[in-house]
């Protein structure tokens, strides 16, 4: 099982970005997929995730920017941001959830963390 983030950079506020989350080793649709963001100093937080045939949701607190979306042909499952704020600035993860601990956007739920990639948005 490998997951792998990408997409990251450096943008201005305002701009957009979309991260790919590339998987293999298992089957993507029977998985939750998670993104989630850890800025300096600041505590993992889940913000997208995606499963089964259900709706993907995304925290309230990104307020509409945020959208996460799969194509299961590719095994790959997107996070596409609008509108970047500088608050925005972290490393951001995507991961399987392989426990039912939490909800969904509960970081202790997952498991096989892809490495990260970095986002920062200057003002």
């Known amino acids: 099982v490998q997951l792998q983030a990408s997409g990251g950079g450096l943008v201005q506020s305002g701009g957009s970005l979309r991260l790919s989350c590339t998987t293999s080793g298992f089957s993507l649709y029977n998985w939750a997929i998670g993104w989630f963001r850890q800025a300096p100093g600041k505590d993992r937080e889940g913000v997208s995730y995606v499963r089964g045939a259900a709706m993907p949701f995304s925290s309230e607190s990104i307020e509409g920017r945020f959208a996460i979306s799969r194509d299961l042909a590719k095994s790959t499952v997107y996070l596409s941001i609008n509108n970047l704020k500088p608050e925005d600035t972290a490393v951001y993860y995507c991961?399987?959830?392989?426990?039912?601990?939490?909800?969904?956007?509960?970081?202790?739920?997952?498991?096989?963390w892809g490495q990260g990639t970095l986002v920062t948005v200057s003002s």
């Open positions: 991961a399987r959830r392989v426990r039912n601990m939490g909800t969904y956007l509960d970081p202790a739920g997952y498991g096989d």
